[in-house]
């Protein structure tokens, strides 16, 4: 027993037991010390940055979207006002399974499988961290109440309230106004992200896209605090949006609701403009679409039916359809040769029904009235009957280079106007254009062809009535324009190119616009129904446009050809005689007659004159 108790070291087994508690208290206060450290380092050092990481958790700035601008009519009528709406969003970062959230839904409301194929291409472009996404517009009060009853049970799911446009008048505005829709991929890389924060419409087309920065406003901020399911408990700041600039035009409603009646049934546009102001009264094309379709987006199917149909609804054709003048640019031809000198009002041209190139004698132009119109035709009559032969003979003897720059000065093949959207310039044919389009050198039958207003040039419906305008001003320029700006205070002002002015003396523009007022109160005049019976004097020009040639040994029979390749016909005018408060220009396809669109204009200028004088 002695022996065992010799054995046993317990002044060693005491060091070896305080070394071992002295390693561990060492390392217990090493741990307390780095445990210490880390805090300080998160707690003080980091402070500021988890401060706002915490921020960010429970507070959001949210984009207040700007009221888009108001348009309204001359006297203040409302033609693209704001809707509430109230839309199905989804925040994806707290949707926590999205095919049974969406399987939740279906069972409260009806989501059609367009709407979940654009909520699904939605969903894959690129968006900031718990931006909603939009499932499904214009909720039903039903469908917004079964949401709210079943909320709790839908992580991520909002009910939004926003503004909508809306186009009161549909259809009759539609090329005018244009419309808004959504923003895409494309525009998506060219708009200063900033100001469409929180906005996903942008205008597409009309005045909506012309003047998109004025009617667009400020976005504005909110800073709300929110809960861990991200319901918002409390708004901490505001910052109000700027709404979007009102715009008041020169269109008249009543006008353009009464030339889209005129045009029911037909293919064509109208335009009406003031004289005094270039304000533009009406501007109409038909058929036309309900834009409304448009501002939510469109189905598949219903573009589908627009877009392929043969009558081409999205057409302005006011603006961008592009058709031979025909007649109603003899007047601005004859203008042209009296500047140069190639003509004088006494200067007779034999009419025998016909022209016969003198340096080709193969080439024989009819003139539309067998047999022609006198012995011999003056420059006045040649308006008045609208006689081809005598223009025949004015083309040849005027050339290309001066009927060119003629047609110039009434802006023909140019855009004349301040904010029409998208208007196409037309044709004023040179030597250099046919080369370039054709390869071809020009000819003298092809200078023959532009004196009546056929062949190569092509003109739109607007730009006849910009001449026609011009004509009335005696050559002095005032700018087609939609918008009144009396402010200045748009941030577009778009100032167009114009051509120079005509230099002829008072007595050559009032000899025309005589020789106007007898294409109408003539008895010889191409358009005398038109005047039969008119409270004021009306002075107009008729045209009838070949859709197709006719050989010179065939007579056309528009009963023998399919509709739509008979002749177009125009009128562009103006009244009353002595102090022009209106012009109009009427073109319908394959209409046939220049004197049914006169009568067309008589009763738009009856619509705008008498209403005025009430």
């Known amino acids: 027993m002695a022996d065992t108790l010799n054995i046993q070291d317990r002044t060693g087994e005491k060091n070896l037991v305080f070394r071992r508690m002295l390693v561990a208290m060492l390392l217990v206060c090493l741990m307390v010390i780095a445990l210490v450290a880390r805090l300080f380092y998160l707690q003080v050092v980091l402070h500021d940055h988890y401060v706002t990481k915490s921020t960010d958790n429970r507070v959001q700035v949210q984009p207040l979207t700007p009221t888009r601008g108001l348009i309204y009519d001359r006297n203040g009528v409302l033609l693209a006002d704001n809707l509430p ?12 399974n999205l095919p049974d959230t969406l399987q939740q839904l279906r069972s409260l409301i009806e989501i059609s499988e367009w709407e979940e194929e654009r909520f699904e291409t939605r969903l894959k472009r690129s968006r900031r961290p718990f931006q909603p996404v939009v499932l499904k517009e214009q909720l039903t009060e039903t469908e917004i109440a079964r949401i709210a009853a079943n909320r709790y049970f839908l992580d991520g799911v ?24 959504k923003i895409n991929e494309s525009e998506l890389r060219k708009i200063d992200s900033s100001l469409y924060a929180g906005t996903i419409q942008i205008g597409k087309n009309g ?46 409603l009543e006008l353009q609701q009464f030339a889209e009646k005129e045009l029911e049934g037909r293919r064509g546009a109208i335009v009406a403009i003031d004289p005094k102001t270039g304000g533009i009264l009406a501007l109409t094309s038909n058929p036309s679409f309900n834009p409304n379709l448009f501002v939510t987006g469109i189905s598949t199917e219903d573009y589908a039916v627009l877009r392929d149909s043969k009558d ?14 025909a007649s109603t640019i003899k007047m601005f031809l004859g203008l042209g040769a009296l500047e140069s000198g190639v003509t004088t009002w006494d200067y007779r041209v034999p009419d025998p029904g016909y022209y016969i190139l003198p340096n080709d004698e193969d080439v024989r132009k009819r003139d539309w009235k067998e047999g022609g119109h006198k012995d011999f035709v003056t420059l006045s009559d040649a308006i008045i009957e609208s006689c081809d ?20 000065k009434f802006g023909f093949g140019r855009d004349t106007t301040k904010d029409v959207h998208n208007v196409r310039k037309g044709i004023n044919p040179n030597r250099e254009w ?30 006849v009535a910009i001449a026609t305008m011009t004509l009335v001003n005696e050559g002095q320029w005032k700018v087609a324009s939609l918008v009144q700006d009396t402010s200045k205070k748009l941030k577009i002002q778009l100032e167009p190119n ?63 050809i399919e509709e739509r390749l008979r002749d177009h016909a125009w009128f562009t005018g103006f ?3 002595e102090d022009p408060e209106i012009v109009v220009t009427v073109f319908v396809e394959n209409g046939e007659h220049g004197s049914a669109m006169g009568r067309i204009a008589r009763r738009i200028m009856e619509n705008w004159i008498l209403r005025e004088q009430k």
């Open 575 to 577: 009244a009353p005689f």
């Open 389 to 408: 032969t005598y223009f025949y003979d004015l083309a040849f003897r005027m050339k290309l280079e001066n009927m060119n720059d003629a047609l110039d």
């Open 434 to 463: 046919k080369k370039q389009r054709y390869g071809l050198s020009w000819f003298a039958g092809d200078s023959l062809n532009v004196g009546i207003g056929q062949g190569y040039i092509l003109a739109s419906p607007l730009q």
């Open 312 to 325: 081409v609804p999205f057409l302005n054709r006011a603006t961008r359809g592009l058709y031979p003048p």
């Open 85 to 96: 709406s109230h839309n199905l969003l989804l925040v994806m970062e707290r949707v926590e």
């Open 207 to 252: 005045l909506e896209k012309t003047y998109e920065q004025d009617l667009l406003g400020e976005p504005g901020a909110r800073m709300v605090e929110t809960n861990a399911k991200g319901r918002i408990l409390r708004t901490l700041e505001n910052e109000a949006s700027k709404p979007g600039v009102d715009l008041k035009l020169y269109l008249d």
């Open 158 to 181: 909002e009910v939004d309230a926003t503004l909508i446009r809306r186009y009161p008048y549909e259809s009759t505005f539609a090329h005018v106004l244009g419309y808004v829709g």
């Open 498 to 560: 114009l051509p120079k002015s005509m230099a002829l003396g008072n007595e050559h523009w009032q000899k025309m616009k005589d020789a106007m007022r007898g294409v109408v109160h003539s008895s010889k005049g191409t358009a005398r129904g038109t005047g039969f019976d008119s409270p004021f004097q009306i002075a107009g020009k008729t045209g009838t446009a070949q859709v197709f040639s006719i050989a010179q040994d065939e007579t056309y029979k528009a009963e023998d």
